[in-house]
């Protein structure tokens, strides 16, 4: 009988220990990911490493989203705020990123303001760094709804600041990185690949988000440039993935020659994909974003991944100077639902399969930015 007895009081207090687990990570995702599984996090932010932060799929969730823009963003850009567009669908927006090993943690402004209290944080790039950066001003703000916040404009440099906790969260919009002059004799304009003199603004910071992309692939009336620099030649055009690769390995020399790691994190935001062909994801030719209202289930995106991510995945690889990536890429490739389409800038005149409603899929970005932030200081 008493072998019995000690045999059940060990089972309970396995049992009692279990429960316990169970209820620390159900009631803080930081447990998982930043505390028992903290090398396979680590391995997560390493370029080369397992991704399995950003491996996983979409969950309803009925706590989402994590802010109104209506009641908690009046600053939100007109071009992402859907739902004021007229988008009469909502589902999109009860939509969590759910890895398949672990779990994210859920965003908490008013940590997140203090972990960033007196710093200076740049995102640049093009309109989908836009989109980051106006996500994450919404995220913040809507932690904090009544204290003041000022936003201003010069220029490519938006600065949103909430003076109360010394953060300034600032934007420059800057499509290549690399630099794009126009000459003084025929005003022509040259993307120069191997130039990067823009980059004196970037120093400074204690955060720098980068990202570019989609204006590589822009030809006749979208192209921004007339010739273009590449090892010392002046060309009328020459492969894009090819000039993309030689434009970022110049990124790249300039983030280890002028960044201090210890002072400075540094991030690339990866490759946001577009939804403007229906056979990625098995549909029709002719299929678009257009009243698209379910993401693709499961953690496979048929069409595989784009070029450049392999670009962007060996490039950041040779870098000594770490660069941590945020590698949104299958996440939001899931995402075929989340674009504004005719619910953007352009209304029922365009369809905007490229950029992000707000709220949206690049608040699970900036998540993502947060639990590497919590990471890491808790690597510390």
């Not at 991704?51 to 939100?76: I, K, Q």
């Not at 025929?186 to 990202?211: H, P, Q, T």
């Not at 970022?248 to 994909?273: M, R």
């Not at 075929?336 to 899929?361: E, I, Q």
Request: charged share 20%; proline share 4%.
């Amino acid at each position: 009988m008493g072998k019995v007895l000690h045999g059940f009081g060990l089972f309970a207090c396995i049992a009692v220990l279990l429960a316990l687990c169970l209820l620390l990570i159900l009631h803080d995702g930081k447990y998982c990911c930043g505390r028992v599984q903290k090398k396979q996090v680590n391995e997560s932010q390493s370029i080369g490493g397992s991704s399995n932060l950003f491996e996983g799929s979409w969950v309803h969730d009925d706590t989402y989203p994590l802010y109104d823009t209506f009641s908690s963003c009046p600053f939100v850009e007109k071009e992402f705020d859907c739902r004021k567009n007229g988008r009469p669908d909502s589902q999109y927006l009860k939509l969590r990123w759910k890895p398949d090993t672990c779990a994210l943690p859920r965003f908490n402004g008013m940590d997140m303001l203090r972990r960033l209290k007196g710093k200076k944080i740049l995102f640049v790039g093009d309109s989908l760094i836009l989109n980051q950066w106006q996500s994450l001003t919404c995220m913040l703000h809507s932690a904090v709804p009544k204290t003041n916040y000022t936003l201003t404009r010069k220029g490519d440099l938006s600065t949103f600041s909430l003076p109360e906790f010394e953060v300034s969260i600032m934007m420059s919009r800057n499509a290549f990185l690399v630099d794009l002059v126009k000459t003084r004799t025929g005003g022509s304009m040259v993307l120069k690949l191997d130039s990067i003199e823009n980059g004196n603004a970037w120093k400074g910071y204690d955060m720098l988000i980068f990202n570019t992309w989609h204006w590589w692939l822009h030809k006749g009336s979208k192209q921004p440039w007339d010739y273009i620099v590449s090892g010392g030649k002046i060309r009328q055009d020459m492969d894009r993935l090819a000039a993309f690769r030689e434009g970022l390995t110049t990124w790249s020399k300039w983030v280890d020659s002028n960044v201090d790691a210890k002072t400075t994190k540094v991030f690339f935001q990866g490759i946001s994909p577009s939804h403007y062909n229906g056979k990625e994801w098995n549909d029709t030719d002719s299929a678009t974003c257009s009243g698209q209202t379910q993401p693709i289930s499961g953690s496979t995106y048929p069409g595989g991944s784009p070029p450049a991510t392999t670009v962007v995945n060996q490039v950041l690889a040779k870098m000594s100077s770490p660069a941590t990536l945020l590698d949104i890429t299958l996440l939001s490739q899931l995402r075929k639902d989340g674009h504004p389409s005719v619910y953007g800038f352009g209304g029922k005149a365009g369809n905007d399969c490229s950029h992000w409603c707000l709220s949206g899929v690049p608040d699970t970005w900036n998540e993502l930015l947060y639990a590497t932030l919590v990471t890491t200081d808790q690597r510390s």
